[in-house]
Every structure is written in C-alpha cells, then in structure tokens.
C-alpha cells in the first residue's frame, strides 16, 4: 500500500517540516527541514498557552467543522468569543466554549497565565487577518479554499513533528469532493490563528502545531485514518489537554497538565488529585462562579 505523508511548514515557495518539536520520519514519508537545516525538539508551552491554542484548533475543527477564526470568532472587549449565530456541528461547541473561557479563570499564574492567553487570542486575530488580506492581494495561490473537516483518525502519534498525538481530519470541499493536495497545504493558512507561522509572516511559533499534510492515492484506508483517495491534515495538540488525564506514579493522586482537566460530565469531580507543586488536593468546579469555564475541572 502506498501512501505520501507530507510534513509540512510553509516557507518561500517550498514545504518543509514546521519548526517545532519532530522525531524520525518513517520510511514511507516524505520530509525536508527548513533552510537551516534545524529542527527544534522543544516543545515549550508558554505558561500553558501554546497547548491550549492548540488543543482549541481541534476542538474547532470538531465541532464547527472547519477553521475559519475569521468568520466564527469575534473580539469582544479584551477577550475573543464565538461569534453569535455561528453553526456549530458538534456538541454546541462546548469544547470550544470552554477552551476559550480559559481567558476567564486560571489556577496558577505559573502554570498557566489566562491574561496572556486572552491577550494572545486577541493579537492572534490581527494577524490571521493580516495573513489572509495580504494572500488576496499579493498571492491569491495561497489563499485556502472553504472546506469542511471531519475527524477521521487519533488521536495517533505519526512520528513526525510530534509534540503529541495527532488528530487527523479529512479535509473536503463544501460540496464534498477532495481537495487538491496544494489545496490541503493551504489550509495550513488557516492554522496562523493558532500559532503556526506560515512562510514566517509573524504568526508566531507554537510547536504544538505542526500540521501534517497526507494524501492517500489507494484503494484502502491508511493507516491514520485517511480514507482511500482523500486529502488528510494533522495536527498535534499536547497529549492531557484536550480531554485525557495525565497519572503520575500508579497508586498516587493524578496530576494534569496546568492543574485542570476537560471533563463535561463531572465524572471527576471531587476525587484526589495532586496539584503540579505537589499539593494533594481534590478537583473542583468553577462553573457557578465562571460560567464560561463550565467542562473544565480544576486541581488547586
């Protein structure tokens, strides 16, 4: 069977592997690294925000189904919000709610700053907008097309610029036809919201975004997922922060990554938890008090 898996970051006029955290690529994927030659194998978080910026890329291609910041999210005061009225194809966006109500509440300003993750948002805006006015003015050959996204495969580790496991989408025209595998690196363009610096126009540099672009010629399902003839793209949020927990030695209270876990049902509320300074505690809610918050539970 015969699959081409491109690790893929936009830079000048070819591909390479995003800078960002990235392991060895297997032998039927394809790779280049950036002009430099290097590869950075850190995978930094920065108080927390760049996992979670990553981990609301995947909830947003879930459940609206695309990523469009530009059309479902909106500036409201010092925050970013979904915009009203917005479709969401999945679970009310609950996921998405939550993870943007994270500008509202944080346990631990060392783990995880909501101020600057909120400012973060807001200045991210500005330059997926920037990116987007300049492609259709200057290189309309960049601009990506409308699509919808469904969730196919993961979360998976592809071994391949992986600070996590990789959700993997399938990535269709509106009309449900595959796209183009130069049209699946464009959608890339979309993923500057979230932090990936397409062609080093300033989008930033989270290394939990590394998107991968697979383009399944065969008759059968690959291996991640990607069904026979389609346009695939993954991308790699920190594994614990979009909905698994994270133990620490078996028989001890669980750790999570910067004190708070996605957990919509409560099934974990109240029991043991150990905070990340080593305080044993149990996990509380803060969703009577800060609304926007409600899914997640808290370690403090």
């Not at 469904?150 to 449900?176: E, R, S």
Request: with cysteine; hydrophobic share 35%.
């Amino acid at each position: 069977m015969m699959k081409k898996v491109l690790a893929m970051g936009l830079m000048g006029m070819g591909f390479v592997v995003a800078q960002g955290c990235a392991v060895e690529q297997g032998a039927d994927e394809q790779a280049s690294t950036a002009s430099d030659g290097v590869v950075s194998t850190q995978c930094y978080s920065m108080q927390g925000i760049n996992t979670t910026k990553a981990s609301l890329a995947v909830a947003m291609g879930i459940e609206l189904g695309r990523w469009d910041s530009l059309s479902d999210l909106v500036i409201s005061g010092s925050k970013v919000v979904l915009k009203s009225g917005v479709t969401c194809v999945k679970n009310n966006c609950a996921n998405t709610k939550a993870i943007l109500g994270q500008q509202d509440y944080t346990v631990d300003q060392n783990v995880f700053q909501n101020t600057s993750y909120a400012g973060d948002l807001v200045a991210s805006f500005g330059r997926q907008q920037n990116l987007i006015t300049n492609y259709k003015q200057n290189s309309p050959y960049y601009l990506p097309p409308a699509h919808k996204l469904t969730l196919v495969g993961g979360p998976k580790d592809l071994g391949v610029g992986a600070c996590g496991p990789h959700y993997i989408f399938q990535v269709n025209h509106l009309d449900g036809t595959p796209l183009t595998t130069w049209e699946g690196y464009t959608i890339a363009n979309t993923l500057c919201y979230f932090g990936f610096n397409a062609l080093g126009v300033g989008c930033g540099s989270n290394p939990f975004i590394a998107p991968i672009v697979t383009t399944n010629t065969t008759t059968t399902t690959a291996s991640n997922g990607c069904p026979a003839g389609q346009t695939c793209i993954a991308i790699d949020p920190a594994d614990g922060d979009n909905g698994t927990t994270t133990t620490t030695t078996a028989g001890s209270a669980p750790t999570y990554p910067m004190n708070r876990v996605y957990d919509p049902t409560n099934a974990l509320l109240g029991t043991a938890c150990t905070t990340t300074s080593g305080k044993v505690t149990k996990l509380v809610s803060r969703c009577s008090t800060t609304p926007s918050t409600c899914g997640y539970l808290y370690c403090q």
